[in-house]
């Protein structure tokens, strides 16, 4: 019964120090950079050769990334929040920024570190911090937006209870909050049209 | 018996051997010109309650408790503060545009309402850092102020 009972206690020990080591490791972020860059490349391919129509892929990617976010935070699906987070992070690391101008790429390059850090804080959080962060993010898509363009027409919504008052984009001109989702899916206004 | 004996020393061998693994220290001598309590003009209760309940892990100077000399301890407050000091470094803080500014503000505000942050397991051993109600208002009161005279 003793020696039973050493080695139950023998092997925790064991089994906290593996674990203690190995979770040092684990939380080294991986990086997502090889799949990051043959989307690029396939993105490239795709579009005509003119440096506009390339930039204008890139730029619709992170707002369709965005989007597919809002209606996974409107349908109060976290884990498709944290993956449309996770694809919006490489989207925003595929942003290629040659072609604007100095205070352009200033500007943008701003938006893409804040941006991609929301949208990476969303990819591992629950829920309520998932709208935290994509507060900010809605702020980051907007800036960017208002200099790269947009081909598709974007709403801009607005919901006056949340957080003092909260903005977002949404592709249709119904209103549907991703800050509140199921509890209070249409609270809230078009503020903005943005073409 | 024989071999639960073999394992008791195999451990007790790893546990001193791992001792000798260095860690880097998170402390730095100069003081940042970009610090957070440098560039702005923060009261001083406020100014007590980052340096206590704060700045421990997010900056580059950390005041280490005694168990940092045992391994594997000084592994875990290595990655701890490696990761605070990633999402937010209060030395660095005039570097950061003041897009992201207003975004770690807002962070640091939720966080607080949140009682999320100073982390349990670091008020566990820092009693001192543990936030009261009063600390907490003057601190987001403080940073609200000052996210909303960011332009």
């Not at chain 1, 979770?23 to 993105?43: L, T």
């Amino acid at each position: 019964m003793k020696t039973r009972k050493t080695a139950i206690l023998t092997s925790a020990i064991a089994l906290t120090a593996v674990i203690t080591i190995s979770c040092k490791d684990g939380n080294k972020k991986e990086s997502a950079m090889p799949m990051s860059n043959e989307m690029h490349q396939e993105d490239v391919n795709e579009s005509d050769t003119s440096m506009d129509a390339t930039q204008g892929m890139e730029a619709k990617e992170i707002v369709n990334g965005y989007l597919s976010l809002k209606e996974a935070l409107v349908a109060d699906d976290s884990d498709r929040a944290a993956e449309a987070g996770g694809k919006l992070v490489t989207a925003f690391e595929n942003f290629d920024l040659s072609g604007y101008s100095d205070s352009e790429q200033k500007e943008l390059k701003d938006i893409i570190e804040n941006g991609s850090e929301q949208a990476e804080h969303i990819s591992d959080s629950p829920m309520k911090h998932q709208r935290e962060h994509f507060k900010t993010l809605s702020k980051d898509i907007t800036d960017m937006v208002a200099i790269t363009g947009t081909d598709k027409k974007l709403y801009e919504q607005f919901c006056p209870m949340y957080d003092g008052g909260s903005a977002w984009l949404s592709a249709s001109n119904e209103v549907r909050n991703p800050y509140y989702g199921s509890e209070m899916l249409t609270c809230g206004k078009v503020q903005r049209e943005i073409n | 018996m024989k071999v639960l004996k073999s394992i008791g020393w195999i451990l007790l061998i790893a546990f001193v051997v791992i001792q000798f693994i260095p860690t880097k220290r998170n402390q730095s001598d100069s003081v940042s010109k970009a610090d957070f309590l440098m560039v702005n003009t923060v009261p001083s209760s406020v100014r007590q309650t980052l340096q206590v309940s704060c700045y421990n892990c997010h900056s580059n100077n950390t005041d280490y408790p005694w168990y940092n000399k045992v391994q594997p301890a000084a592994w875990y407050l290595e990655h701890h503060i490696k990761e605070a000091k990633s999402e937010l470094n209060f030395n660095e803080w005039a570097d950061y545009s003041n897009r992201r500014k207003k975004s770690k503000l807002r962070s640091i505000i939720n966080q607080i309402e949140d009682d999320q942050m100073p982390l349990d397991s670091y008020t566990l051993i820092h009693r001192d850092a543990i936030l009261s109600e009063k600390n907490k208002m003057a601190l987001i009161g403080y940073m609200t102020a000052l996210r909303d005279s960011l332009k």
